[in-house]
């Protein structure tokens, strides 16, 4: 299953994120090979794992973390296209924010500062939305796993970085709270394997553009792996869960 345009929607690049081994600029060459025409730069934010000095001032603290974003802008060109978005943290439980810009950044420079909700409500007052990112994903560094679908306009269903059961559960509690689900890479650097990505039925020129698919109900989330393009919800491994999660999961 081909038919549509193929965007990554979740990628870091080493200007703003710690645990990425990447530039924005050198994305691009493998990302067309893996047949993506376009990829959302979604570095982690502040409060997460970002390599952005703390001690700047804020102004300059954004202007830093747009470099990855800019840097695989510059070297797009008119076959892919590169758009811009954010993962937020709070607790262990990350969000991805499309829609938002620089200036809505520098509006809010006490974002950080905010409950879940607050920022939420900052987020849906430049008509930008939420995604809970991998919301079962297992790691050690977490004790548990913490879910507010109150904030969620969407739901991260299969993070390729997450073995199958944990992508599984995610997909069966996007599924039981009746909203949209996407899928993406988790993509730190160019690898071979399984990759994901959301099907559009059009080229985008922002991740606003593509939060308003998503939202109507005109986006799918598939899985690429060895050329093949798979919808997530054709996929048993990914939506039949085998297990509950090994960690307590708290609502928040």
């Known amino acids: 299953m081909a038919d549509g345009f193929l965007y990554e929607t979740h990628l870091h690049t ?6 990425a081994r990447c530039s924005g600029a050198d994305y691009k060459e493998h990302m067309i090979s893996r047949g993506y025409r ?22 300059k603290r954004v202007r830093l973390y747009m470099q990855g974003y800019e840097r695989a802008l510059e070297t797009a060109g008119a076959d892919f296209d590169v758009l811009f978005g954010i993962e937020f943290n ?6 991805l924010i499309y829609g938002a810009d620089e200036k809505w950044l520098l509006d809010n ?3 950080m500062e905010l ?15 939420m995604v809970q990112a991998h919301p079962f994903r297992e790691r050690d560094y977490l004790t548990d796993i913490k879910l507010c679908p109150q904030i969620s306009d969407a739901i991260e269903a299969y993070n390729a970085r997450n073995d199958d059961n944990m992508n599984a559960l995610a ?4 599924k039981g709270l009746k909203l949209p689900m996407t899928a993406g890479s988790d993509i730190h650097y160019p690898y071979e394997g399984a990759m ?8 985008i020129s922002s991740s606003a553009e593509y939060a308003a698919l998503l939202m109507e109900g005109k986006a799918k989330p598939v899985m690429t792996c060895d050329g093949r393009i798979s919808e997530i919800a054709s996929e048993r491994s990914l939506t039949i869960p085998s297990c509950k999660s090994s960690k307590p999961v708290l609502y928040m």
């Open 196 to 203: 994901g990505g959301m099907l559009l039925p059009c080229r």
């Open 171 to 174: 997909f069966q509690y996007a």
């Open 38 to 59: 376009g990829m959302i730069v979604t570095d982690h934010f502040f409060n997460g794992n970002s390599c952005i000095d703390r001690n700047l001032p804020w102004d």
């Open 109 to 111: 420079s006490d974002i």
């Open 90 to 95: 709070f607790e262990g439980d990350e969000y």
């Open 14 to 19: 080493s200007e703003g994120s710690a645990c």
């Open 115 to 129: 409950t879940r909700r607050e920022v939420y409500a900052r987020v849906h007052q430049a008509d930008a939305i």
